[in-house]
T-cell receptor, first 116, second 113 residues
Framework: DTGVSQDPRHKITKRGQNVTFRCDPISEHNRLYWYRQTLGQGPEFLTYFQNEAQLEKSRLLSDRFSAERPKGSFSTLEIQRTEQGDSAMYLC??????????????FGPGTRLTVT | DAKTTQPNSMESNEEEPVHLPCNHSTISGTDYIHWYRQLPSQGPEYVIHGLTSNVNNRMASLAIAEDRKSSTLILHRATLRDAAVYYCILRVFYYNQGGKLIFGQGTELSVKP
């Protein structure tokens, strides 16, 4: 296994279009996180899954955003009716998890979205 | 979430040690101190973490103050590949916590040959 992968790496779309990103985590990791990063800022948490269950969503995740992890493996992040303010790098991370432990997160290379 | 304060930028010379400071005066007893770094055009990368004792790994050392209100990431010999933004993050770990990372602005480290 070579780490977390994300597809596509770059996406240019017109305002109002829908886009979907995919994240493939490290295979034995049961936690999967999505973050968003704008230029010059640190990443901001969006949501996370434990297996197929979405356990937390940030208030940054408006109702135009939806994330799924249907079989507890890969995840998708969809943005409907994109706006220019959605232009950012979308990062996915995964980690193992057992109760009471502090595991590091492994990040993918990100998907850079540009909304024109 | 408890907050961290880091300098915006630091410079280092290649082959010299680098000490990256982080203040976290409101840290609580259950907060772990995590460091990640982000190289240009890449996702963040885990560096090291600790709770109370100093920690060493192949990448770096983490020195934690006795009162835990500050910590220092030490790169023993900086290389050009260490040029990155370094983030100091406090991560709460209760049994039911999600373990999300709350990133600040970080310190941009530049390394001169």
């Amino acid at each position: 296994d070579t780490g977390v992968s994300q597809d596509p790496r770059h996406k240019i779309t017109k305002r109002g279009q829908n886009v979907t990103f995919r994240c493939d985590p490290i295979s034995e990791h049961n936690r999967l996180y999505w973050y968003r990063q704008t230029l010059g800022q640190g990443p901001e948490f969006l949501t996370y899954f434990q297996n197929e269950a979405q356990l937390e969503k940030s208030r940054l995740l408006s109702d135009r955003f939806s994330a799924e992890r249907p079989k507890g493996s890969f995840s998708t992040l969809e943005i409907q009716r994109t706006e220019q303010g959605d232009s950012a790098m979308y990062l996915c991370a995964s980690s193992p998890w057992t109760s009471g432990s502090s595991y590091e997160q492994y990040f993918g290379p990100g998907t850079r979205l540009t909304v024109t | 979430d408890a907050k961290t304060t880091q300098p915006n930028s630091m410079e280092s010379n290649e082959e010299e040690p680098v000490h990256l400071p982080c203040n976290h005066s409101t840290i609580s007893g259950t907060d772990y101190i995590h460091w990640y770094r982000q190289l240009p055009s890449q996702g963040p990368e885990y560096v090291i973490h600790g709770l109370t004792s100093n920690v060493n790994n192949r990448m770096a050392s983490l020195a934690i103050a006795e009162d835990r209100k500050s910590s220092t990431l030490i790169l023993h010999r900086a290389t050009l590949r260490d040029a990155a933004v370094y983030y100091c993050i406090l991560r709460v770990f209760y049994y039911n916590q999600g373990g999300k990372l709350i990133f600040g602005q970080g310190t941009e480290l530049s390394v001169k040959p």
